[in-house]
């Protein structure tokens, strides 16, 4: 039972199905907005096709359970299948056969065979220095009176580039999990001289509190004669123990970051709402922006949503203890929050601009980029450099003369190897070769 997990795990099948799903998922991902408003999706799919996003979560892609157990996949595929074969790549890069012996060299890329004059040890030393100044890490692993073996190879450190994009996969993976657990993307609606610590979602009641708070200074927009908005700029202050700490104008692509928190310029609306809100003898009124969250008591939270401008009559959406209901009021009313002593009522509505910003929070930002640069690393090293390989057997032979026979083996670029080994034989036979006879290779 375990070997078929094992297996199941370890297959590269498993590997190219899960990558091809996320890709179509990231897909939908970017052609479907993410954690938008509701009545925005109603607006561009109708009530049917929003209620089957709603439900595969494609309204929420990259922060849905089936998203996140994708990624765990993928991330044990990767360990599984890095482990599983990690012996067998180890073995060649760390226990490679050091001698020549007869009839090996037909195995190798590259072969030359020459006849030199000289002495074995004279042309031993003059190899292994040539190799040395290629950068080859070389040794002598046979030496016998007659008759040498060299080996050398550089750049081991290349056969583990898989591995290296692996693991730069893994970190990627990990970062993105991160992201996707404790990350967020909601909204903050504020008009000015309003401020807030609390991010609403339009993907469900959750409501975050934030250790500062965020005031709308000004909020400036343009708009083109055809009356398109053209600029939309908020001057922001983040407050923090009653004091200002930080102060940004953003606009869009410029946000306003604090705390490992990004505050986007998003979107614009029109609509402040004047509440009065009793707490025992305590009276006070404050200021809030359609849309935008405020904290009534513990785990309960009301917003403004719509105004029916014939009627008076206002929509809000009231949260208690992760429950959502809504609701009509009407304004000059006071309304009991069930289970407290507080009281609200709307005193007045403002048709002022409010800025609408989207708030996130990425931390596993950083961690990406830490994976995608060991990722880049890996894939230069697994394309671009090479694992080379060289083996030499020098023989004495009759009347002061040697055999040699040098060759080699890379996992790319054979030409580059072919070069290499020109180059030593050259320096051989300018030292033992005055007449340069006649050479025999096969490559």
């Given at each position: 039972m375990l070997k078929k997990i094992y297996d199941f795990f370890s297959s590269v099948k498993l590997a190219i199905i899960l990558l091809l799903t996320l890709a179509v998922t990231s897909i939908i991902g970017t052609i479907i907005e993410q954690q938008q408003d509701p009545d925005k999706y109603l607006r561009e799919y109708g009530e049917t096709t929003y209620k089957i996003f709603k439900f595969l979560g494609f309204t929420d892609?990259?922060?849905?359970?089936?998203?996140?157990?994708?990624?765990?996949?993928?991330a044990i595929n990767l360990i599984v299948c890095s482990v599983k074969r990690l012996p067998k790549i180890w073995k060649v890069a760390k226990e490679p056969r050091k001698t020549l012996p007869e009839g090996y060299e037909k195995t190798l890329r590259v072969v030359h065979r020459i006849t030199l004059v000289g002495n074995v040890e004279d042309v031993k030393d003059s190899i292994l220095n040539i190799l040395k100044k290629l950068r080859y890490r070389s040794e002598v692993s046979k030496e016998e009176t007659e008759?040498?073996?060299?080996?050398?190879?550089?750049?081991?450190?290349?056969?583990?580039?898989?591995?290296?994009?692996?693991?730069g996969v893994l970190i990627v993976l990990i970062g993105g999990l991160i992201t996707a657990i404790f990350g967020y993307r909601g909204y903050m609606n504020l008009s000015e001289g309003t401020s807030s610590n609390l991010v609403g979602f339009f993907s469900g009641p959750k409501i975050i509190e934030l250790p500062f708070y965020i005031k709308c200074n000004k909020f400036t927009i343009d708009f083109y004669p055809s009356g398109m908005p053209?600029?939309?700029?908020?001057?922001?202050?983040?407050?923090?123990?009653?004091?200002?700490?930080?102060?940004?104008?953003i606009k869009v692509n410029d946000p306003l970051k604090y705390k490992g928190v990004y505050f986007y310029q998003a979107s614009y609306g029109r609509g402040e709402a004047i509440l009065q809100i009793k707490k025992g003898n305590r009276t006070e009124t404050v200021g809030l922006a359609f849309g935008q969250p405020i904290k009534l008591g513990k785990d309960t939270y009301l917003s403004i949503i719509s105004l029916d401008g014939r009627t008076m009559a206002i929509g809000i959406e009231f949260i208690q203890n992760g429950k959502t209901e809504e609701g009509i009021i009407k304004p000059f009313m006071f309304y009991k929050i069930p289970g407290t002593d507080i009281t609200f009522s709307v005193v007045d509505i403002k048709p002022v601009f409010y800025t609408g910003l989207q708030?996130?929070?990425?931390?596993?930002?950083?961690?990406?980029?830490?994976?995608?640069?060991?990722?880049?690393?890996?894939?230069?090293?697994?394309?671009?450099?090479?694992?080379?390989?060289?083996?030499?057997r020098i023989k004495k032979g009759k009347e002061g003369k040697v055999t040699l026979v040098i060759g080699g083996i890379t996992n790319k670029g054979t030409e580059g190897l072919a070069k290499e080994l020109e180059e030593v034989l050259g320096v051989v036979k300018s030292s033992y070769c005055p007449n340069t006879p006649k050479e025999e290779r096969n490559d």
């Open positions: 892609v990259y922060h849905s359970w089936w998203y996140i157990l994708l990624l765990i996949l993928l008759e040498v073996h060299i080996f050398a190879d550089k750049n081991v450190f290349a056969r583990f580039g898989v591995y290296i994009v692996h693991f053209k600029a939309y700029i908020s001057d922001l202050s983040v407050i923090e123990n009653g004091k200002e700490v930080y102060r940004k104008e708030v996130a929070k990425d931390p596993g930002t950083w961690i990406v980029w830490v994976g995608s640069t060991i990722l880049i690393l890996g894939l230069i090293v697994a394309f671009f450099i090479p694992h080379r390989r060289v083996w030499a």
